[in-house]
């Protein structure tokens, strides 16, 4: 028998590389049958697979989109997969994934490649995008010609014809008047309200053309927006009690009084009935604004922002889309609203209560004075308040970039400092949170078991859960 070639030899030994682990072969029976039957112990059981059954997996569009956080407590933008993802794969059933045994020889990574990464913190909530500053001019011009066409016209249209030509000149012993009752109110109904009427019909135009910016998110051309239904609303109540009190030959004064006060009447009355179906969990009954329905309500007062700042304020909807994002994010910013809602709300349903009661026991002429100027001192006084009690109270503050220079340090026994590790910038200060937390361990003692933890993973959790809180940390 011939020895073999080096070709043999090369392919045996290209052979036997593969093959180290395989058993050399064994001539006895009985340690054949015991070697079988020690590696198939040694083996891993791998069960059948069962196939996957096929069915069908609705898409999960709608809960992926979270139209708002849960009810008084914020809510982490959680990492979720939609089932329309092309990497999920589905699980068959039957068969179980079992996590692999740490290995000796790699170092296991701090971070998967399959987990989802971890929510990303944004230190800031999402710009709104819009200012009042570049607007102060048309505000200015805006309510200039509000208050005049809703405030000076009435009444110096009222005083002027009654007392000039109208039953005013009348004396005891003769009848001067050029114009009855009945044609003075005329005049001065005719002439309250154009501004109103025109703003009415732009915003109207606004919104229904087409290619419109500033429609409701998600909502057709004939929607309009919330606002402009409820403006509509009081609009029609208005003319109802314009016309029947100038019906009568001697029109009821007071009556004629009551326009303003029915405004204020119809939008506190909305706000306090949204805040109240939205505090007992109730859904929207219908489409508000960008609230689409049967969705979580929102305080009333946050679809009147939204429409009059993206038509009426020209922030379009883009606005819309912004507002929608902060009011997501940020759980600052919902409580925020939510206290401002009751307060326009109550204060609205205050002073409309207050000018029908003094409207319906003063003078005539009084009584007509206090009607068409008192909502809107009580307007003006309550948008101050507002600016002073939620503008820069409840500005929202991005974390210190740089916290070490902006702490105060305390120094404590046994040489360790006290350090606020996690505060906020407001302006050009560092600001404190209002509670603190000290160490594990005893406070008394200072142990210094507390530097080895990583207080930054709870501090981000907490910040994100809304628990306004600061830590302590002990730093030598």
Not at 22 to 31: F, H, I, S, T
Not at 172 to 185: R, S, Y
Not at 329 to 357: D, I, K, N, Q, Y
Request: net charge positive; with cysteine; glycine share 6%.
């Amino acid at each position: 028998m011939s020895p073999p070639s080096d070709n043999e030899k090369r392919a045996v030994g290209a052979d036997s590389s593969k093959d180290v682990n395989k058993p050399d072969l064994v001539l006895d029976e009985k340690k054949a049958r015991s070697l079988h039957n020690l590696n198939t112990a040694n083996s891993p059981i791998h069960p059948a697979p069962i196939l996957p059954t096929h069915r069908k997996t609705r898409p999960s569009h709608d809960f992926d989109r979270r139209y708002d956080g849960p009810f008084g407590r914020p809510s982490l933008a959680m990492t979720r997969r939609s089932s329309l993802s092309p990497t999920r794969s589905p699980r068959p059933s039957g068969v179980s994934i079992r996590s692999p045994r740490p290995s000796t020889t790699h170092p296991a990574s701090p971070v998967d490649e399959g987990a989802p990464s971890r929510p990303t913190f944004q230190p800031t909530p999402p710009p709104l995008n819009y200012t009042l500053r570049t607007r102060k001019l048309a505000i200015f011009l805006f309510w200039t010609l509000i208050l005049f066409d809703s405030i000076a016209m009435p009444i110096a249209l009222y005083f002027g014809l009654w007392y000039g030509v109208g039953p005013g000149t009348n004396t005891p012993t003769e009848k001067k008047e050029k114009l009855t009752p009945n044609a003075v109110f005329s005049i001065v109904t005719a002439a309250v309200g154009g501004a109103s009427i025109v703003e009415y019909f732009l915003r109207f135009w606004r919104l229904w053309r087409k290619g419109s910016t500033c429609r409701v998110i998600g909502a057709h051309r004939w929607y309009l927006d919330w606002f402009h239904w409820n403006f509509s609303f009081a609009w029609i109540i208005i003319m109802i009690e314009l016309i029947v009190g100038t019906v009568p030959e001697h029109p009821p004064i007071r009556l004629l009084s009551m326009p303003v006060t029915t405004m204020l009447f119809v939008f506190g009355t909305e706000l306090l009935l949204v805040d109240t179906m939205r505090y007992f969990h109730v859904p929207a009954p219908c489409r508000i604004s960008s609230i689409p329905k049967a969705a979580q309500l929102r305080p009333g007062i946050y679809s009147l922002i939204e429409d009059i700042c993206a038509v009426d304020g020209s922030g379009g909807t883009e606005f819309r889309v912004a507002l929608d994002r902060r009011y997501e994010a940020s759980h600052v910013f919902r409580a925020m609203l939510r206290r401002l809602g009751v307060f326009w709300a109550v204060g609205a349903e205050a002073c409309a209560v207050l000018c029908t009661v003094l409207i319906f026991t003063l003078d005539g002429d009084v009584a007509y004075t206090i009607g068409w100027s008192l909502p809107f001192v009580w307007a003006g006084i309550w948008t101050g308040a507002t600016f002073c009690t939620f503008g820069e109270p409840y500005e929202e503050h991005e974390v210190c970039p740089a916290a070490g220079s902006c702490v105060n340090m305390q120094s404590g026994p046994d040489g360790w400092a006290q350090k606020a590790n996690w505060v906020i910038l407001k302006g050009n200060s560092c600001v404190r949170f209002y509670n603190e937390y000290n160490c594990p361990g005893s406070a008394k003692t200072w142990e210094p078991t507390c530097q080895s933890v990583d207080w930054s993973s709870y501090i981000l959790q907490d910040w994100q859960n809304g628990v306004i809180k600061s830590y302590t940390v002990w730093k030598q």
